[in-house]
């Protein structure tokens, strides 16, 4: 039997409906070959809060390489910046399907040394 669902996203799948389940808040990460980034997504509604990605201009004038470890931990410094700003404390992590490894880890870390909790 064949399946052309990409596993990525069937894995993602599986931990998105229990973060729906338990109506949580969550921080989800994206990556792409060139860029990464996150947003805070409000539980019970699907509204986005804060959002940061090394597309931004701000972003883009402070790192070398935007697809890297360091500019992941950065985006994960400034998402928690915005999600505190906004009022989220608490979180849910929402890997996408990524191995929680590299630049994903990275984003985490940096999100919750800088007061994000999850």
């Given at each position: 039997m064949m399946n052309?669902?990409?596993p990525?996203?069937?894995?993602?799948?599986?931990s998105r409906i229990k973060m729906a389940?338990?109506?949580a808040t969550r921080l989800t990460?994206?990556?792409s070959n060139g860029n990464i980034y996150a947003q805070i997504i409000e539980g019970n509604s699907n509204k986005v809060l804060a959002t940061a990605s090394t597309v931004e201009a701000e972003m883009k004038k402070k790192l070398k390489n935007t697809s890297d470890v360091a500019a992941a931990s950065e985006v994960g410094?400034?998402?928690a910046e915005k999600a505190i700003k906004a009022g989220v404390k608490e979180v849910a992590?929402?890997?996408s399907g990524y191995k929680y490894h590299g630049k994903v880890k990275a984003l985490a870390e940096a999100a919750r040394e800088n007061g994000?909790?999850?």
């Open positions: 052309n669902e990409n990525r996203l069937r894995r993602a799948k599986r389940e338990l109506n990460v994206y990556r410094k400034r998402i992590f929402d890997r994000l909790t999850f």
